[in-house]
């Protein structure tokens, strides 16, 4: 059954408790001055659309921070491009560990500078949390958006959040209780991405749009939004079309690249595909909804995907040795978050060594050629979707930012 976000009871009078510590200083006669940061493109979307969601609210703001091209479309000021800090996987962390001190020490400045009335930041929590520690020395209170997956790994990292934020604005229902317990102030809001994942096209325009015909067999390719996981993870998808290739030469393919993507980089992976594989800025919900199936990086797009009602299967890899350090922390049987949701394997999971082209090519040749196995699955991703509430999630968090601001 879908879930309304809870904008009220006891986690709102622990918010108010919270806030009684911070004096800002805002002066009522001129705009709220908040500072956002959002460290990849999920947090730049989501971030653009609570800002927004602000504006129409009646709240007179400015904003600065960590984002990308979206929320810079928002108007807010970008004194760090997020793009700048394409990193996933511990391993990696670590080997440009001074850089990403750099850039923290960079909007750690901006902040002392500014002394925003409001620190908003966006999932990427190592990073993120750092920034919180400096706000919290200068009163100034934080809101965390996008809950980290501290109930999947990492759980006494909770006590920490609790210790740096005033709010937390969690995005899934199963989340509000994980943070109740640990005696962390918590809002449901509902995910944004109900409002948002949605097209204007119909399945034959969106082919049409594309040059596709109706009788097309279609599969779109999503490799990631951070050039470092695109790295790792798109030859492998491309090694799998080609074995596709060899039985079903016939396949048209879509890859809907990600703003935050160097398109150089991109470019050069896909020299040798130039042209078997159409590319195209953005569109990725256009793009789904002209496919019959999809292979996708585990993250966001997972859900994306389910949001639309297309089969797909998930291909993942990350340094050895940080997966290494993550299997051993981590405390759910998957990575996707449409299982984590679904509470099952719902989507087939090529993680690491199981990412064998082969492999991944025989299940993408299933989604496409078993019509019931795909039916089955679109079935499954629907019960996703009315897990996934009912919506409002933007502007049920631009009314908490509003609620923490007055």
Same mark, same amino acid.
């Given at each position: 059954?879908?879930?309304?976000?809870?904008?009220?009871?006891?986690?709102?009078?622990?918010?108010?408790?919270? #806030?009684?510590?911070?004096? !800002?200083?805002?002066? &009522? =006669?001129? %705009?709220?001055?908040?500072? $956002? *940061?959002?460290?990849?493109?999920?947090?730049?979307?989501?971030?653009?659309?609570?800002?927004?969601?602000?504006?129409?609210?009646?709240?007179?703001?400015?904003?600065?921070?960590?984002?990308?091209?979206?929320?810079?479309?928002?108007?807010?000021?970008?004194?760090?491009?997020?793009?700048?800090?394409?990193?996933?996987?511990?391993?990696?962390?670590?080997?440009?560990?001074?850089?990403?001190?750099?850039?923290?020490?960079?909007?750690?400045?901006?902040?002392?500078?500014?002394?925003?009335?409001?620190?908003?930041?966006?999932?990427?929590?190592?990073?993120? #949390?750092?920034?919180?520690? !400096?706000?919290?020395? &200068? =009163?100034? %209170?934080?809101?965390?958006? $996008? *809950?980290?997956?501290?109930?999947?790994?990492?759980?006494?990292?909770?006590?920490?959040?609790?210790?740096?934020?005033?709010?937390?604005?969690?995005?899934?229902?199963?989340?509000?209780?994980?943070?109740?317990?640990?005696?962390?102030?918590?809002?449901?809001?509902?995910?944004?991405?109900?409002?948002?994942?949605?097209?204007?096209?119909?399945?034959?325009?969106?082919?049409?749009?594309?040059?596709?015909?109706?009788?097309?067999?279609?599969?779109?390719?999503?490799?990631?939004?951070?050039?470092?996981?695109?790295?790792?993870?798109?030859?492998?998808?491309?090694?799998?079309?080609?074995?596709?290739?060899?039985?079903?030469?016939?396949?048209?393919?879509?890859?809907?690249?990600?703003?935050?993507?160097?398109?150089?980089?991109?470019?050069?992976?896909?020299?040798?595909?130039?042209?078997?594989?159409?590319?195209?800025?953005?569109?990725?919900?256009?793009?789904?909804?002209?496919?019959?199936?999809?292979?996708?990086?585990?993250?966001?797009?997972?859900?994306?995907?389910?949001?639309?009602?297309?089969?797909?299967?998930?291909?993942?890899?990350?340094?050895?040795?940080?997966?290494?350090?993550?299997?051993?922390?981590?405390?759910?049987?998957?990575?996707?978050?449409?299982?984590?949701?679904?509470?099952?394997?719902?989507?087939?999971?090529?993680?690491?060594?199981?990412?064998?082209?082969?492999?991944?090519?025989?299940?993408?040749?299933?989604?496409?050629?078993?019509?019931?196995?795909?039916?089955?699955?679109?079935?499954?991703?629907?019960?996703?979707?009315?897990?996934?509430?009912?919506?409002?999630?933007?502007?049920?968090?631009?009314?908490?930012?509003?609620?923490?601001?007055?």
């Amino acid at each position: 059954m879908p879930v309304s976000a809870d904008l009220s009871g006891t986690a709102g009078c622990r918010h108010r408790q919270d #806030l009684r510590h911070y004096q !800002t200083g805002h002066c &009522l =006669n001129k %705009p709220f001055r908040i500072m $956002i *940061s959002a460290g990849e493109a999920s947090g730049d979307m989501h971030g653009a659309l609570a800002l927004r969601e602000l504006k129409k609210q009646g709240l007179e703001f400015t904003s600065f921070g960590m984002g990308g091209p979206k929320l810079q479309a928002e108007g807010t000021e970008i004194v760090l491009d997020c793009r700048e800090l394409s990193v996933i996987g511990i391993f990696e962390v670590l080997i440009q560990y001074r850089k990403l001190l750099r850039k923290l020490e960079y909007l750690r400045d901006s902040l002392r500078r500014e002394k925003p009335d409001l620190l908003i930041i966006v999932d990427y929590p190592d990073f993120n #949390l750092k920034l919180a520690e !400096t706000a919290r020395e &200068l =009163n100034v %209170p934080v809101l965390f958006y $996008i *809950s980290p997956q501290v109930w999947a790994w990492r759980e006494k990292r909770v006590q920490r959040i609790g210790s740096l934020v005033s709010m937390m604005a969690v995005i899934f229902p199963f989340e509000v209780r994980f943070y109740e317990d640990a005696g962390v102030p918590v809002r449901y809001v509902g995910h944004p991405l109900v409002d948002e994942v949605h097209t204007e096209l119909s399945r034959e325009q969106a082919r049409e749009a594309f040059a596709l015909n109706d009788g097309d067999t279609v599969l779109g390719i999503l490799p990631g939004s951070r050039n470092g996981e695109v790295k790792r993870v798109l030859p492998i998808m491309l090694a799998a079309l080609d074995e596709l290739k060899k039985t079903r030469p016939d396949i048209k393919v879509l890859l809907p690249a990600a703003p935050t993507l160097d398109r150089s980089l991109l470019d050069g992976l896909l020299a040798a595909h130039a042209d078997s594989v159409q590319v195209l800025d953005g569109r990725a919900y256009d793009v789904m909804q002209a496919c019959d199936a999809v292979m996708t990086a585990s993250g966001t797009a997972t859900l994306e995907t389910a949001m639309m009602g297309v089969p797909m299967t998930i291909v993942y890899r990350v340094n050895p040795v940080s997966y290494a350090i993550m299997s051993r922390m981590i405390r759910i049987p998957w990575i996707g978050l449409v299982n984590i949701v679904a509470e099952k394997p719902v989507v087939k999971e090529f993680l690491q060594k199981r990412a064998k082209p082969r492999d991944i090519a025989r299940e993408v040749k299933r989604l496409l050629e078993d019509q019931s196995y795909a039916d089955d699955m679109r079935a499954e991703l629907r019960i996703v979707r009315e897990k996934m509430g009912e919506g409002g999630g933007s502007a049920n968090v631009a009314r908490l930012i509003r609620d923490m601001l007055n």
